[in-house]
């Protein structure tokens, strides 16, 4: 199967400071997807990255598909920041979601 | 986005019992739904592929006597953990799939965590 690999494991960071988190994969893909998962458990769409850049807010993404890797970049950051980072993949001619280890994030204030 | 709602959000049972955990979509049918388990500080691990008339695909190592899938509806699939020991504790969540398909955006129920005593 398709490995992915996420990095840092952790990450601590003082609130306001910027970040990014690197989301390596080892085959090709057609669905890239980040996700936050708050302290309740409940995983939040960030982007649908497949390829290319997108922003939203505080937050960007970029995928470059040829290299098999993704950035999530995280600006001005704040505790509400705070979480778990996950990049997922679905493998291109397949149709399973296999997730990264993940990278843990503590913002402190 | 799409909203996928999970029942019980959490749940206390002694060892031998069944428990039912509900997945449904709410804004959209959806002929496939994907159930996960996740151990503390750990990722989400696929468990199963749900399809809406037809028997579960379940992953490598998961036991599917164990672990029934039934997609009864296209808004709504159960997970029935069956003589629940405590190893099967873990938090357990679904996606559903944008239009029904995987490679599209997926959804991510808020979760169902059991403790099995």
């Known amino acids: 199967g398709i490995q992915v690999e996420q990095s840092p494991p952790d990450l601590i960071l003082q609130e306001g400071a910027n970040s990014t988190l690197r989301c390596n994969f080892s085959d090709s893909v057609n669905n890239l997807q980040w996700f936050h998962q708050n302290p309740w458990g409940q995983l939040i769409n960030l982007f649908y990255?497949?390829?290319g850049t997108k922003q939203n807010g505080r937050l960007s993404a970029t995928t470059v598909a040829t290299e098999r890797y993704s950035l999530l970049y995280i600006s001005s950051s704040q505790t509400t920041d705070s979480g778990v980072y996950f990049c997922?993949?679905?493998?291109?001619?397949?149709?399973?979601?296999?997730f990264g280890g993940g990278t843990r994030v503590l913002v402190k204030p | 986005g799409a909203v996928v709602s999970q029942h019980p959000s959490r749940v206390i049972c002694k060892s031998g019992t069944s428990v039912k955990i509900e997945c449904r979509s709410l804004?959209?049918?959806?002929?496939?739904m994907f159930w996960y388990r996740q151990f503390p500080k750990q990722s989400l691990m696929l468990m199963a592929t749900s399809n809406e008339g037809s028997k579960a695909t379940y992953e490598q190592g998961v036991e599917k006597d164990k672990f029934l899938i039934n997609h009864a509806s296209l808004t709504l699939s159960t997970l029935t953990v069956t003589s629940a020991h405590p190893e099967d504790s873990s938090f357990y969540i679904c996606s559903v799939p944008e239009g029904g398909d995987p490679t599209d955006t997926q959804y991510f129920g808020p979760g169902t965590r059991l403790t099995v005593l």
């Open positions: 997922a993949v679905v493998k291109a001619a397949g149709n399973k979601l296999t």
């Open positions: 990255i497949p390829s």
């Open positions: 804004d959209f049918q959806a002929t496939t």
